[in-house]
């Protein structure tokens, strides 16, 4: 069988893209851009901006690309009965956002758990439901909540609990300026609003068990 060839474009260093793209909202959002750039005292003519707006574009799509994703749905497609009851642990979670207040990046990590109700999800479930909230403009806030909220009502589960700490570029890079300055956030719900149970939680994120 003939081995299907791919473009410069969609393999590099056998790396197959799989990112898909609006090409009417991208040209949208890059003639924007094209006057942004001359806004800024730039020249959108010249050799190496020629190709940023339609890059800016596609970057931006991928960044948001949260809003095209149903968390629940996520959830419901691989949702098992299970008799656990336990506590069921995710954590180091890469967490990659935008701040709606000034569109720079956040990032660092979120860590959540929950207690099964009569039934469990898949693990990799829990880190898609973190990507899709943080693939949005948003607020570490309102983010901790929503993947709380997404997890309680989906499972209906003993309880959730959610931390997530991020570094904010609009604080280190512009305002204030604090390169070291760390946001943690946090959200829980059912069995973890009992001190007991939250602590358990906060002992097994913090500690190095492997």
């Known amino acids: 069988m003939q081995e299907k060839k791919h473009t410069s474009e969609e393999k590099l260093d ?78 180091d979670i890469e967490v990659f956002s935008m701040c709606e207040h000034h569109m720079l990046p956040f990032f660092g990590k979120a860590h959540v758990a929950y207690i099964p109700n009569g ?15 943080a693939r949005r403009l948003q607020v570490q806030e309102r983010l901790t909540n929503e993947i709380r909220d997404c997890i309680q009502d989906t499972l209906d589960a003993a309880g959730v609990a959610v931390v997530i700490e991020c570094k904010h ?30 602590k358990e939680f906060l002992r097994l994120i913090t500690a190095s068990l492997i």
Not at 62 to 68: A, E, I, M, Q, V
């Open 169 to 198: 570029l609009c604080m280190s890079m512009r305002g204030i300026q604090k390169q070291n300055s760390v946001t943690t956030t946090s959200a829980f719900t059912g069995a973890f609003v009992n001190e007991t149970t939250r």
């Open 119 to 133: 039934h469990i999800v898949g693990l990799s479930k829990i880190p898609r439901v973190v990507d899709a909230f």
């Open 14 to 91: 056998g790396y197959t893209k799989i990112d898909h793209y609006d090409p009417a909202r991208i040209e949208r959002i890059a003639a924007h851009y094209k006057e942004i750039l001359v806004e800024l005292g730039e020249d959108p003519a010249r050799e190496g901006l020629l190709q940023t707006p339609i890059r800016v574009a596609k970057a931006l799509q991928f960044l948001t690309h949260g809003y095209d994703a149903k968390p629940e749905d996520i959830l419901r497609s691989a949702m098992f009965k299970e008799d656990y009851n336990q506590m069921v642990v995710v954590k």
